[in-house]
């Protein structure tokens, strides 16, 4: 069964329309959670990090927000979407620091 | 600031040819190297992670980190056609955020 689980798989959205990407860690308990970003042709680069309940930490600012409302549960938003917002979404869960994160499948988000 | 560039771009072998991809790296402090490959529009397989200088193998990868040099590279042994993927270089920075810094990726042909 997988364990990390993101939703929705692809997105086509306007420019200044809402956005919300969710992600589940299944059988992990209080794991860190991670979202990267990986724009066309770019590197990924981590947005958010989160090692427990209720906390995120902003890595990179790109008018984005993240939540975490439940242990296993990692939240992606943002109110207006922009043009560069598009891009490939990956989120991803390790038990500390030291282990290699693993990641989900990714959505991709289209901003027309 | 952690810079992490791969060579080469892109590369072709034929199956069963060892595949050797290099990834370079600025801060000789960090200690903790993964290498990842994404099948197109797929999320992130971890690989092999290594932590000290020498080598460290995965099945059929083997990562040589030379800290002094500042490279890491991945040996692939007898590569599939199912082997075709980017594959990604991640150095993780210091500090508690488990944040990853990663390189534009090689990408691999393996040809029948």
Redesign the interface.
């Known amino acids: 069964a997988q364990t990390i689980h993101q939703w929705p798989v692809a997105e086509i959205k306007a420019v200044g329309s809402p956005l919300s990407l969710g992600c589940t860690i299944k059988g992990k308990s209080s794991p860190n959670l991670y979202w990267y970003w990986q724009a066309t042709g770019g590197t990924l680069q981590q947005l958010f990090y989160s090692i427990t309940v209720g906390q995120v930490e902003s890595v990179v600012q790109l008018n984005l927000s993240a939540s975490r409302p439940k242990d296993d549960q990692f939240i992606l938003s943002t109110e207006k979407l922009l043009l560069s917002h598009s891009g490939f979404y990956l989120c991803a869960w390790s038990l500390g620091t030291n282990q290699a994160p693993l990641f989900g499948e990714g959505t991709r988000l289209s901003v027309l | 600031q952690q810079k992490v560039q791969q060579s080469p771009e892109s590369l072709t072998v034929s199956e069963g040819a060892m595949a050797s991809l290099n990834c370079t790296f600025s801060d000789r402090s960090s200690d ?1 190297f ?1 290498w ?1 490959r994404q099948h197109s ?6 690989l092999v ?1 290594i932590f000290s200088d020498g080598e460290k193998e995965e099945g059929s990868f083997t990562a040589h980190l030379n800290r002094a040099s500042l490279h890491v590279f991945l040996h692939i042994r007898e590569p599939q056609p199912s082997d075709s993927a980017l594959y ?1 270089c ?1 150095v ?1 920075i210091t500090g ?5 810094i ?4 090689t990408t691999l042909q393996v040809q029948p």
């Not at chain 2, 990663?102 to 990726?105: D, M, Q, R, S």
């Open positions: 903790n993964r990842y529009g797929k999320g992130l397989e971890v992670s990604l991640a993780r508690n955020t488990g944040k990853l990663f390189g534009l990726g």
